[in-house]
């Protein structure tokens, strides 16, 4: 089978299409034939070894795994001896930490979920680390409510297209922040206001939230306290660059265990029950996934290029067969 491999770090050059040999599913697996992968921020900082935080589990020097792509949507092919959940022809979507890019994919079933037949597959594909991060963010580490006044940063990204779906889900009233060209496509995902961060600085506009949710990580500590509420909450899930980082993972929960307004940061986990929700949302055309770019599998290297610029609308899909 062909998979997208790294030799080394580096730019997307390193990238491969080689043939391996087709993965059997061990008895607690199941074997996915891939229709469509998404990329992720992730996929880049592995591949180039940066920040070099990634290289302490990664591999120093070299990559331990040379394998990308951690979103997946296809069909069962083959299941191990105790997979009780899942059989041949099922249409699954999940997260599988790294190996999507290729055209077979072995994983537990934890890592699975059922892709609602009102979906597709590139949607499908679309969802899972991006859609985790939102919900995870917004509901465990962000505490949202009915009612409450949200701003997702980053509101055009890959992570921030879910928030702001998820957000209005729970029945908030959100304001999106993202460049001039991509304000009506924020709107049109739900958003109840948006701020045009190239005319506005949305902690400098006296304007107040309960919650921040920040899916580019870009502002410092006291630009966020002073945009929220006084008992509000800013979860941080971006990633800008090191001292930014360090800006935040310090002061960050120093001042909030002193204060009452609080930022946090925030790991997404690929939990099988958060896929579940992820599931019920798209089914229900509460999420609708949005998908600015697609491609083959041959030209993941051109998706992980366009999506390291940084200016995605929404995810970019790696179609597989
Ligand atoms: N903590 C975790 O566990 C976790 C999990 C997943 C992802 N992440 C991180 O979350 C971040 C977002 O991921 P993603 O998949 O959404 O990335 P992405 O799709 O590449 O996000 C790109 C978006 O960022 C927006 N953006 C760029 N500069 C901006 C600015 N100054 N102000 C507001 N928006 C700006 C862009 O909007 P414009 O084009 O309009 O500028 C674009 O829509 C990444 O740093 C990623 O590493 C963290």
Redesign the pocket.
């Known amino acids: 089978m062909k998979a997208i491999l790294f030799r080394q770090y580096g730019a997307p050059q390193v990238l491969e299409l080689t043939e391996v040999e087709k993965p059997a599913p061990g008895e607690d697996q199941v074997l996915v034939k891939v229709c469509a992968a998404s990329a992720?921020?992730?996929d880049w900082?592995r591949m180039r070894g940066k920040p070099f935080l990634v290289r302490l589990t990664g591999g120093v020097f070299k990559p331990k795994n040379r394998k990308l792509g951690a979103d997946i949507a296809g069909r069962v092919e083959a299941v191990g001896k105790n997979i009780t959940e899942f059989g041949p022809g099922d249409e699954v979507f999940g997260s599988v930490g790294a190996g999507s890019f290729a055209e077979y994919v072995c994983a537990g079933e934890a890592r699975f979920v059922r892709k609602p037949a009102n979906v597709s597959f590139e949607a499908a594909a679309a969802a899972p680390?991006?859609g985790l991060?939102a919900l995870q963010g917004l509901r465990d580490k962000g505490e949202i409510r009915a009612g409450q006044k949200v701003l997702i940063?980053?509101?055009?990204?890959?992570?921030?297209s879910f928030a702001v779906q998820i957000a209005k889900s729970y029945g908030t009233e959100v304001t999106g922040?993202?460049?001039t060209?991509?304000l009506e496509m924020v709107r049109s995902i739900g958003a109840d206001h948006v701020v045009d961060?190239t005319q506005e600085d949305f902690t400098r506009n006296g304007q107040h939230y309960d919650l921040i949710y920040d899916?580019?990580?870009?502002r410092s500590v006291s630009d966020y306290r002073r945009a929220l509420n006084p008992m509000g909450i800013c979860v941080i899930?971006?990633?800008?660059n090191l001292p930014r980082m360090t800006g935040h993972m310090i002061p960050g929960p120093l001042l909030s265990a002193a204060g009452k307004k609080k930022i946090r940061?925030?790991?997404?986990k690929a939990a099988k029950k958060d896929l579940a929700v992820l599931e019920e949302l798209l089914e229900a055309g509460k999420v609708v996934p949005l998908i600015d770019r697609s491609y083959p599998l041959s030209e993941a290297a051109d998706a992980i290029r366009y999506?390291e610029m940084?200016?995605?609308?929404g995810?970019v899909v790696v179609t597989v067969g």
């Open positions: 992720n921020p992730l900082h680390v991006a991060t940063n980053g509101a055009s990204g890959g992570v921030g922040v993202s460049s060209g991509n961060y899916a580019v990580g870009n899930s971006g990633f800008t940061g925030q790991m997404t999506l940084g200016h995605a609308r995810k």
